[in-house]
């Protein structure tokens, strides 16, 4: 089983709809776990972190899955700029300590 | 502003040769890292470090080599050695509160081997 997996989509859906991507890891002790997301051959940027009592920000939801170890994000009210790719990361000790786990991603494209 | 920045933005290489890649911040962050993104992948990392003059090798170090002289720059070196080199090279640090796991990361350098 691989450390941190994604389904890698892509996911095509129209304005409006509302989506929802899983992010499933390996490691039990895992400790921090976040949603980055990444546009087209650019750098990924911090889209959200996710805490064990799921949080919220606007139109996206992340939620944490302890016991099932996954994560999710719902995307509420797709808007054309929320297509990219997003990517799911673990860390496993101290985040500074190098061991941030990637996701391959998944692909999200919003269609009008 | 505060940030990351790399160079070059794109970069071609004739087989055999080394190559630096530049990675310099100021946010004065002690924690550094470079990544390998090859399409349709994740990232995979390279080299990280924590504090000026220590890293540490990743999952991929083989055929890369790094230094860390300075806390504001962590450069790259791609060597002869690396079998299969064109891919998107990322840099990013990490801020100093309590291990937040948020990285910031360059613009990224797109190395071609020709």
């Known amino acids: 089983r691989k450390e941190v997996e994604q389904d890698p989509g892509p996911f095509n859906v129209p304005e409006g709809a509302t989506v929802a991507f899983n992010c499933t890891y390996s490691?039990?002790?895992?400790?921090?776990f976040f949603w980055y997301r990444q546009d087209c051959r650019k750098e990924p940027k911090l889209l959200m972190s996710?805490?064990?009592s799921g949080n919220e920000d606007g139109r996206f939801t992340a939620q944490l899955n302890r016991a099932s170890q996954y994560i999710s994000l719902l995307i509420r009210d797709s808007k054309l700029s929320d297509s990219a790719t997003y990517l799911c990361?673990?860390?496993?000790?101290?985040?500074?300590?190098?061991?941030?786990?990637f996701g391959k991603g998944t692909k999200l494209s919003v269609k009008p | 502003d505060g940030g990351i920045t790399q160079s070059p933005k794109y970069l071609f290489r004739k087989e055999g040769q080394n190559v630096t890649l530049s990675c310099e911040q100021n946010?004065?962050?002690?924690?550094m890292y470079w990544y390998r993104q090859d399409p349709g992948q994740g990232l995979r990392l390279i080299y990280y470090?924590?504090?000026?003059?220590?890293?540490q090798k990743g999952d991929i170090a083989e055929g890369y080599s790094v230094s860390r002289e300075k806390k504001e720059s962590f450069p790259l070196t791609v060597t002869s050695a690396q079998k299969n080199p064109t891919a998107f090279y990322l840099c990013?640090?990490?801020?100093?509160?309590?291990?937040?796991?948020?990285?910031?990361f360059g613009e990224g350098s797109r190395l071609t081997v020709l």
């Open positions: 946010l004065n962050h002690d924690a």
């Open positions: 470090s924590q504090i000026v003059n220590d890293f």
């Open positions: 990361v673990v860390t496993n000790y101290g985040g500074s300590q190098g061991n941030l786990i």
């Open positions: 490691n039990s002790a895992s400790q921090s």
């Open positions: 996710v805490y064990s």
């Open positions: 990013a640090s990490m801020g100093n509160r309590g291990n937040t796991g948020e990285l910031f």
